[in-house]
């Protein structure tokens, strides 16, 4: 099968769609099948070229044996709602341009959030008249209302119906949640055309190993109780909460809270944590995919941190997968929903509520102080992580492709998916 895969994030950047995007498409070229992305410069989260690379018209290469091919595009740092609408459209309008002069595949899939992503997906599947899978990797514009980042307005209302269009007009549409499958259907979408691909984990490089002496060094971590959130500060992920809950443990210096990522809130975290004299708070830079396990040796329990909004009750973040391919316990403090659902079924964690530092505070110093319980939840979530498996996902989601590009996508829920 010859798949055109359109995203706007693709390694080097880091973030869920990047690395999901990629690590399935080396399975499918490594099981026969031709892939090609279609992305544009690495320049997430911050909106600046990564080192070494430029902002061209064209360029192509592989990597794993996919074929890359990147597109010019506005880039803008992540503030300031019209250059990144800006940003976004001028990736959708080149991704379509660059997309007709590509070999015609055999289906054409696009992920959200990135809405022109999916536009462009839509547009060219059209015009080449090939089938377009949707990947629902989050429920934008509603989001983006979530966060505060749009008010509801009739521009918001606009783009909340073309969003509609294009599920409506995609051959299917494969959700990362059985919540988001929920949330079309309440919305008119036909359940039939809708199949649920959880993410997942690569299980060849995330496993269970020693504490990482480069990073322990370099962050002062030694001999210390490491709570980990490792990922995107953003708007979404209410981390001021996260500062409020290390202010109320300055008396444990035992414990330290530890912050890797990047984006839009970070500075901001950084100078606040510094006006409050919070030393127990400890961020790191960025660190490349490939460093990932490292990190989160250092790392006694996972956070996962979600800001207090019914949006992302629906939402299953990935960090939650990456600790249980590290076999470590899970800290979640998000919205009730399916992401509490999933660790909680699997006993990999214990849940707080988003947004209360006092209850996210105690529930550090219960992990900290109870050893034994750390263990119990540390052996359910290394259990846990076969059941997402990116090679099972990667295998899941190649079936979904197969059935639309055979022109079965609107009765895929009711195929025999793996």
């Not at 992920?111 to 599947?125: D, E, I």
């Not at 480069?214 to 979404?236: K, P, Q």
Request: glycine fraction near 8%; include cysteine; hydrophobic fraction near 45%.
């Amino acid at each position: 099968m010859n798949i055109l895969f359109i995203t706007e994030n693709f390694p080097p950047e880091t973030n869920a769609a990047a690395t999901r995007v990629y690590e399935r498409a080396a399975y499918w070229v490594g099981w026969g099948h031709r892939v090609t992305v279609l992305t544009c410069a690495p320049n997430f989260p911050h909106g600046r070229l990564f080192d070494g690379w430029r902002n061209r018209w064209l360029q192509r290469s592989e990597m794993d044996g996919i074929s890359v091919v990147r597109v010019k595009t506005y880039i803008a740092p992540n503030a300031g709602r019209a250059r990144r609408i800006l940003d976004f459209m001028s990736f959708g309008v080149m991704a379509v341009l660059v997309g007709l002069g590509l070999r015609r595949p055999d289906v054409i899939a696009a992920t959200s959030p990135q809405f022109f992503s999916a536009v462009a997906g839509w547009a060219l599947g059209m015009v080449r008249r090939r089938p377009f899978v949707f990947e629902l990797g989050d429920l934008w514009p509603a989001s983006i209302s979530a966060v505060g980042a749009m008010r509801p307005s009739p521009a918001l209302r606009a783009v909340e119906k073309v969003e509609l269009f294009l599920y409506r007009r995609s051959a299917c549409v494969a959700a990362l949640t059985e919540s988001f499958k929920t949330n079309l259907v309440g919305r008119g979408i036909p359940a039939d055309k809708i199949a649920v691909v959880l993410n997942g984990v690569d299980l060849d490089r995330y496993g269970p190993r020693d504490r990482d002496p480069g990073y322990d060094s370099l962050w002062r971590l030694e001999d210390r109780f490491v709570i980990g959130y490792v990922g995107t500060h953003g708007m979404a992920h209410a981390l001021t909460n996260v500062l409020d809950a290390a202010e109320l443990l300055r008396y444990r210096d035992d414990i330290r809270f530890l912050l890797v990522g990047a984006g839009a809130e970070r500075d901001a975290l950084i100078a606040m944590a510094d006006r409050r004299g919070l030393g127990n708070a400890v961020f790191g830079a960025p660190q490349p995919k490939a460093a990932m396990p490292a990190v989160w040796s250092v790392c006694d329990v996972a956070l996962v941190h979600l800001k207090d909004a019914p949006a992302f009750a629906d939402v299953i973040p990935s960090k939650i997968f990456e600790a249980m391919g590290m076999g470590l316990p899970v800290l979640l403090a998000a919205p009730d929903g399916e992401a509490r659902r999933i660790v909680e079924s699997a006993a990999a964690g214990r849940w707080v509520p988003p947004e209360d530092p006092a209850a996210l505070a105690a529930a550090c110093v219960a992990l900290a102080d109870d050893p034994e319980a750390r263990r119990t939840l540390a052996d359910a979530s290394l259990r846990a992580r076969r059941l997402y498996s990116r090679e099972r996902q990667s295998r899941r989601m190649l079936a979904v492709l197969d059935v639309a590009a055979n022109g079965r996508g609107r009765r895929v829920a009711r195929e025999n998916l793996p």
